[in-house]
């Protein structure tokens, strides 16, 4: 079992920057393949972006590719969304994903454990 804990949310002005991280407990961390989802209210939840266990290839939705990095520390079992030049479309919950497989998945059946999910709000 893998604990998952975002934090890093928060209101800001649109064009504004900010770094979610998500702290993992439990099973070995970097065995894991991970992501990010967000669900804005009232759509559907969706795929932000992905990281491989190696953290040597990533995945992003079209939507944020240029401005969303992702990164993972396995030395501190932290994984990271660099998110710059935020727009009000960004405003949902954001939710830190983990799968068993160790590559990039999109789909959230393919993730197996999720963190309680850290609110973004971007104002225009």
Same mark, same amino acid.
């Given at each position: 079992?893998?604990?998952?804990?975002?934090?890093?949310?928060?209101?800001?002005?649109?064009?504004?920057?900010?770094?979610?991280?998500?702290?993992?407990?439990?099973?070995?961390?970097?065995?894991?393949?991970?992501?990010?989802?967000?669900?804005?209210?009232?759509?559907?939840?969706?795929? /932000?972006?992905?990281?491989?266990?190696?953290?040597?290839?990533?995945? *992003? $939705?079209?939507?944020?590719? +240029?401005?969303? #990095?992702?990164?993972?520390?396995?030395?501190?079992?932290?994984?990271?969304?660099?998110?710059?030049?935020?727009?009000?479309?960004?405003?949902?919950?954001?939710?830190? /994903?983990?799968?068993?497989?160790?590559?990039?998945?999109?789909?959230? *059946? $393919?993730?197996?454990?999720? +963190?309680?999910? #850290?609110?973004?709000?971007?104002?225009?």
């Amino acid at each position: 079992q893998v604990k998952l804990v975002e934090s890093g949310g928060g209101l800001v002005q649109a064009g504004a920057s900010l770094r979610l991280s998500c702290v993992g407990s439990g099973r070995t961390f970097s065995r894991y393949g991970m992501g990010w989802f967000r669900q804005a209210p009232g759509k559907d939840r969706e795929f /932000v972006a992905a990281i491989s266990w190696t953290g040597g290839n990533t995945w *992003y $939705e079209d939507s944020v590719k +240029g401005r969303f #990095t992702i990164s993972r520390d396995d030395a501190r079992s932290t994984l990271y969304l660099q998110m710059n030049s935020l727009k009000p479309e960004d405003t949902a919950v954001y939710y830190c /994903v983990g799968s068993r497989y160790s590559d990039l998945r999109r789909y959230d *059946y $393919e993730y197996d454990y999720w +963190g309680q999910g #850290t609110q973004v709000t971007v104002s225009s």
